[in-house]
């Protein structure tokens, strides 16, 4: 069984999702920066209104590609803009007959092999381990602190005095909250 094709086929596949995720990274960036200067252009509106701008600003990012394809189908002009240079894979040289010199025998010659594939060989590859260990130390960082409030709200006490639960009520009812809720004191929570 030979790899070799299936590697030259996940290089490529693995070269245009990298492709494909930048141009997605680049577009929506855009469109965010645009919805922040807009929003930041209309803070004497409402809140709503920036509202609405921001939750249509990220609602529309996932979309881009399919806009994109919608509009490459259009015949509209766009420009070319290259994300990633074109990828060159390695190029083997054909197999020359090499000059004809006796063997050393006080010497073995050493195995000749393939060389083991490197990590730098294949970049998509490389981006993606870095994005896999952001989203892995973003995710553990999310956990850690659920784990220490949850630690903090289970060894703490129940509130009882009077002005502090009156305070949290009419915090919660401006706020919107409908249900009851039960306000602990955590001496470590600092």
């Not at 596949?13 to 929506?28: D, I, K, Y």
């Not at 645009?34 to 809140?47: E, V």
Request: proline content about 10%.
């Amino acid at each position: 069984m030979n790899p070799e094709p299936w590697v030259a086929a996940l290089d490529r596949v693995g070269f245009e999702t990298a492709r494909l995720l930048l141009s997605v990274l680049w577009q929506s960036s855009i469109l965010l920066a645009a919805a922040g200067l807009i929003a930041s252009a209309l803070r004497r509106r409402r809140a709503s209104v920036r509202h609405a701008l921001w939750t249509a600003a990220v609602l529309a990012a996932p979309l881009l590609p399919l806009l994109g394809y919608v509009a490459s189908n259009l015949d509209t002009p766009r420009a070319e803009l290259r994300v990633i240079p074109a990828y060159l894979g390695p190029v083997t040289a054909p197999a020359t007959a090499a000059p004809a010199l006796p063997p050393d025998p006080a010497s073995p010659a050493p195995p000749a092999g393939p060389p083991a594939p490197s990590l730098l060989a294949c970049p998509w590859a490389l981006a993606l381990l870095t994005y896999a260990t952001g989203a892995v130390a973003m995710l553990a960082l999310v956990a850690v602190g659920r784990f220490r409030l949850l630690v903090w709200v289970r060894r703490g006490r129940v509130v009882t005095d009077r002005r502090v639960l009156d305070a949290f009520r009419i915090a919660r009812t401006r706020q919107g909250v409908k249900r009851n809720l039960t306000i602990a004191d955590s001496g470590r929570a600092a």
